[in-house]
């Protein structure tokens, strides 16, 4: 079976854009979630998504926002960036809540 | 709420030497445990974890963590390390959230730098 992927891979914006990122789960994973890592900060927790509802949130501005589609797949969307929205964001799908999740290689957005 | 503490942020040891990653946890109930690996540039691989059952676990590349109630722990463990086991390490806690859905969280990771 196919991992998790996601595009794109490598992405530099500038302050004030939006950017839009995108995740497939894998084959029959219905649930995906978000998770940025940063130096500081760490592996946070985003948000989760479950046959096309949110069903968990972390502690981001609503500048985070995500949506699910019918086909599971995913995409995380961060209007207004700012330099700290830095990071390598990871996407994780697993076949049902209680799970294991399994993790994408990531995407790292740049802000300059 | 749950957190994870790894206590050592950075660990150096020889090729071919033991190894024993620390994490702590803190969650009221029984936790769903994990360890993950992640590359440089890459993303998080899942090791091993626990759910229920025998307190000691065994996972990929010859690793094993065992779950210790008492303490509160999750120690990662492998007997004789490989210079392709350098890499981050991170333990993380699922355990249910406000949304009455598990999610997980994790511990701020220990390097681990391996030596000739």
């Known amino acids: 079976k196919a991992g998790v992927t996601q595009t794109p891979r490598y992405l530099i914006k500038t302050r004030g854009q939006q950017v839009t990122l995108s995740c497939s789960p894998i084959?029959?994973?219905?649930?995906v979630s978000w998770y940025q890592q940063t130096p500081g900060q760490g592996l946070q927790f985003l948000f989760e998504?479950?046959?096309?509802?949110?069903?968990n949130k972390g502690n981001f501005p609503g500048r985070f926002s995500g949506r699910q589609f019918s086909n599971s797949r995913s995409e995380m969307n961060v209007s207004t960036l700012e330099l700290g929205d830095s990071a390598l964001y990871l996407c994780?799908?697993?076949?049902?809540?209680?799970?294991?999740?399994?993790f994408g290689p990531g995407t790292r957005l740049l802000v300059l | 709420a749950q957190s994870v503490t790894q206590p050592d942020i950075h660990i150096t040891v020889s090729e071919g030497a033991s190894l024993e990653l620390r994490c702590n946890y803190s969650?009221?109930?029984?936790?769903?445990l994990f360890w993950y690996v992640q590359s440089p540039g890459q993303g998080l691989q899942l090791l091993l974890k626990?759910?229920?059952?025998?307190?000691l676990v065994q996972g990929i590349k010859g690793f094993e963590a065992e779950f210790k109630r008492s303490q509160s722990s999750f120690n990662l463990r492998k007997p004789s390390v490989h210079w392709s086991d350098a890499a981050e390490y991170f333990c993380?806690?699922?355990?249910?959230?406000?949304?009455?859905?598990?999610?997980?969280?994790f511990g701020t990771g220990t390097r681990l730098t391996i030596i000739p």
């Open positions: 084959s029959g994973h219905r649930s």
């Open positions: 998504y479950f046959s096309e509802t949110q069903r």
């Open positions: 969650y009221g109930a029984t936790p769903y």
């Open positions: 994780a799908s697993r076949l049902a809540i209680q799970e294991t999740q399994y």
């Open positions: 626990y759910f229920s059952g025998d307190t």
């Open positions: 993380a806690v699922g355990a249910q959230s406000n949304f009455g859905n598990e999610k997980l969280t």
